[in-house]
């Protein structure tokens, strides 16, 4: 799997988005871009994924470059409950490979 | 479904002991994950199956760790004999692969050796 490169830690008011950003430049072809948070005492919870167009759900958007090398989570109203460690992953899928955390960003809400 | 369930989820054993980790994936899934957890080295697999199989179990520290799936809906974790450095928060997720490939996790065992 590509090497990903993160923020160690960013903070966000609530109320407004967060934007986490993400570089991964020795992304292969058939990779995608995961991320999973890590609340504090949880289990890793999925957030989203993409290839290479830009992807929405109900907990997040994925913004992905054109060139594919960047990529940024974006929680468009960052609530205190988002308060997590967000990592950001890169790998091809249906692979069933295990998935490689590295540090993460430590994302705080404050009010 | 009640997603990935992990017992016990707290352990706390004296150095020496047999510790089992037990860990029950979603219906329906075909892969399970044991991860590790720890302040100096984040979040380390351990071992996966496949159907069942073991595939990679590069991530086991050393023999005391040996880790089963004698059926899909059931894996567990040893660790005999315990040392105070396998202090951790052991993590259990499964995916169907041939999906999204989406992993779910559990809870976690927290697991402390005096």
């Known amino acids: ?111 | 479904d009640a997603g990935v369930i992990q017992s016990p989820r707290h352990e706390v054993t004296e150095m020496g002991q047999e510790v089992t980790l037990r860990c029950k994936p979603i219906s329906g899934h075909n892969s399970l994950f044991w991860y590790r957890q720890t302040m100096m080295r984040g979040l380390e697999l351990l071992i996966y199956f496949n159907n069942n199989v073991p595939i990679d179990d590069s991530g086991m520290p050393e023999d005391r760790f040996s880790a089963k799936m004698p059926n899909a809906s059931f894996s567990t974790l040893k660790i005999q004999p315990s040392e105070p450095r396998d202090s951790a928060v052991y993590f259990c997720a499964s995916s169907f692969v041939g999906s999204e490939d989406e992993q779910f996790f559990g809870p976690g065992t927290r697991l402390t050796v005096l």
């Open chain 1, 1 to 111: 799997d590509a090497k990903t490169t993160q923020p160690p830690s960013m903070d966000c008011a609530e109320g407004r988005a967060a934007n986490l950003p993400c570089n991964h430049s020795t992304i292969s072809g058939n990779e995608y871009v995961y991320w999973y948070r890590q609340i504090h005492s949880q289990g890793p919870q999925y957030i989203i994924h993409g290839l290479k167009n830009n992807e929405t759900n109900e907990m997040a958007s994925l913004i992905i470059t054109e060139d594919r090398k960047s990529s940024t989570l974006i929680l468009p109203h960052a609530t205190l409950r988002d308060t997590a460690v967000y990592y950001c992953i890169v790998r091809a899928p249906n692979s069933g490979y295990a998935l490689n955390f590295g540090k993460g960003t430590s994302l705080l809400v404050t009010p």
